[in-house]
């Protein structure tokens, strides 16, 4: 069974812990997707014109929406981050 290659979409920061900037057009892709996902409810919201409950249940949607959306993206730029997340201190560590 061939191995699938997984490329990497970012780039290891150079100091600190974390992913840097995407280096492919996927990384691109769900930076601008998490983004988008992570303003649109809340500019939604903005020109609702509803009840105090429903922009209450609206905002808690919106709320767990964020979370979750962040949890998944923190998930993938783990996973697809060139050398993996730890700890740099400078060009030494690369």
């Known amino acids: 069974m061939p ?7 970012f780039a290891p ?6 992913a840097g900037r995407p280096l492919c057009w996927q990384g691109w892709v769900l930076l601008l997707s998490f983004m988008a996902v ?25 709320s767990v929406l964020n979370i979750a959306a962040t949890i998944c993206f923190l998930w993938v ?3 697809r981050t060139a050398g993996g997340w ?4 400078g060009e030494g560590d690369r």
């Not at 191995?3 to 979409?9: I, K, L, Q």
């Not at 920061?13 to 974390?18: D, E, L, P």
Request: glycine share 4%.
């Open 13 to 18: 920061k150079r100091y600190g812990y974390g």
């Open 86 to 89: 730890q700890w740099r201190w």
């Open 77 to 79: 730029c783990k996973t």
């Open 38 to 62: 992570m303003m649109l409810p809340w500019s939604a919201l903005h020109f609702m014109r509803a009840e105090k409950t429903t922009l209450a249940i609206m905002i808690a949607f919106s």
């Open 3 to 9: 191995s699938v290659r997984r490329t990497a979409w």
